[in-house]
């Protein structure tokens, strides 16, 4: 623990820490350093004396009040109130440091209080839930206070043997419109939230509210929030624009990262037009450095426009050149260049979506890159952005990595507040979990810093409902995942990838699978050249146990770029399960499936293949083999073992790895292979487990493979 002048003392009874730890956390997030300790060990001289100094020199003293510390007349924190009213009663200036904070329907008249605390003005938070008024307040009493100091430190009581270490933060963006719910889960939770969002491709966009806040967030989300998703606009028949990369011209050739960033923001603005069909990323970027006819290029995208242009970026000159072309007959409508100085590039992305919305007869309703946007104001730090997620879209080369993060923290060090270089970090972070294991307690605690401020900084934003939905999945919160998932399909633009992942993340464990691959089908009219979009069609068809369909779009998925090994063998082994295929298939979708499993795993079944029986006695030393103690060896073994016809040991790998290790993957549960377990009792006390099936009650919508069966029971298919 830091000792400090300038800090907030949060007094709490042990029966109120989960209220003091949302406190704790909004506090943060908003830009001071909290020390938090929950440990049980309290007492002794040491304790006694840091306590005593903390309260003497605090800025401020939050006591929080409830019936439960109305029914205790002793414990630590009595004696922390009372050194508290013992300094206000020497320093009668300090009483303003005096800040009672009731979390029920306590009041100052109440007699259990200490009267010292009954003639100050009191806050009122309902179970400890802070709200942008509240965080307001509490961060200009500390700047009053505390003038002289930019980063106060929070001391959060009580005192134990045992203290988190936290670094300093800056003051982050008001909230906005949204309470701002900090949940304690949320921490314990991240790095397993982060590996859900990697199911299938690296992608990660807070912490993540309290089950009490349920219907809160429901509101939020809107009407029709549970058991059915949001209507996005029709595909609209008319107006559609492809933003093909723009040409590095620098004189160097150095600036690629810059114009391909430039392209991609003119794309994300454009897309929020809601008469516009904007083609995704991937299918645009799909051409960059082909020298194809652009008619060519419009058919294959099925687009009527295309957009294109060129970057000279010298010094602190920028020359951007863009046309506006007729897909149909490649004849130019429109063409503009605009020379400006560096400064303001985020000007002329601005003016430019404007000249090409005007060009298509279209309104155009976007800003620039502001911080309502989660974007920045410095153009350092804008271009540090650009370079780590230019080296983040090449994929997950260890090295790649490595830097990107570093230019992400390089960013935001020069603009703490540029809420999307916090997501940026939050994402190559989570994909550093996987690819870098040694460092995985440093990235968890990082990760838990990057999620509080992109919820403080954008807690509205869509990529930020977006990673909730996934880090409530992980926690089983299913009605809460289901409104962070609407509320990011809802705001996200039609042509973006990440939203409609994020709304799958909550279909596939609730076993609502067709809807996923409904929800999948328009996206990949969308972004039609992207292997990632067709992957993730084919595993929703997969789980929904259209075998037809699946093998059709696979066939068709193999012309697009990218690698096809675990597409492939995902497409066999679905295959295989939904057909019933004897064993020879089945021994050669198994085959397939390894490279996708576990390396330790993979070579120790490799040679056992042909001998179902010596198959299942070596998946049963692996269970029990100390370096297969993790959640995706047992899932692996799960799979093999109910291929191979061993049901026990399917059913224990399947508890030990989404109960005892916490699988992420939780929709892999409805995958074919798993069809035969369906309607064994164990199962269906996993589904309890996972509170599944509270969330099918609550809901009504049990999804496509179970159905309550009396008042009490349910069957599974």
Known sequence: MTESSKALFLSYASEDSDAALRICMALRAAGVEVWFDQSELRGGDSWDQRIRRQIRSCALFMPLISARTRVRTEGYFRLEWKLAVDRSHLMVADRAFLVPVAIDGMGAADATVPERFRDLQWMHLPEGMPTPQFIAHITQLLAAASAVSTAPQVSVGHAGAASVPLTPRRSVARYGRRKVLLGAAAVASLALGGAGWLYHRSLATAPVVSSSMSALMQHAAGPGSTGSRPNRAAEPAGASLAVLPFVDMSPEHNQDYFSDGLSEELLNQLAQIKDLRVTGRTSSFSFKGKNEDLRVIGEKLGVNHLLEGSVRKDGKRLRITAQLINAADGTHLWSQTYDRELTDVFAVQEELAKDVSGALSISLGVGEMSRGKGGTTSVDAYDKFLRARALRNRGVARADLLQSAQLFRESLALDPKFARAWSGLYDVLATTLIYVPEKTAATQEEMADASAHIVALAPDAWWTQAMRTDQLTVQHRWLEAEAAANAALAAAPASDYQANYAYSIFLWPVGRAKEAADLWVPVRQVDPLSLNVSYDLQIALCIAGRSDELQAENQ???????????????????????????????????????????????????????????????????????????????????????????????????????????????????????????????????????????YWRASGNWGDFCKPAGKDDFQCH
Not at 599 to 623: C, H, I, W
Not at 632 to 661: H, P, T, V
């Open 556 to 694: 068709r998925s193999r012309g697009l770029s990218g690698n096809h090994a675990s597409v492939d063998a995902f497409e066999m082994d679905c295959f295989t399960s939904l057909k019933n295929a004897k064993e020879p298939a089945v021994k050669i979708a198994a085959r397939a499936q390894l490279p996708r499993d576990n390396t330790a795993l993979y070579g120790s079944v490799a040679d056992k293949f042909d001998s179902p029986q010596a198959m299942r006695a070596e998946l049963r030393r692996q269970f029990n083999d100390p370096s297969n103690q993790n959640a995706a060896s047992m899932e692996g073994i799960a799979g093999f073992a109910s291929q191979f016809g061993d049901k026990d040991l399917a059913l224990a790998a399947l508890r030990r790895s989404y109960i005892d290790l916490h699988r992420t993957n939780i929709g892999d549960i409805w995958q074919p292979w798993y069809i035969g377990l369906r309607s064994d009792p164990r199962f269906k006390d996993l589904l309890r487990d996972l509170k599944l099936v509270d």
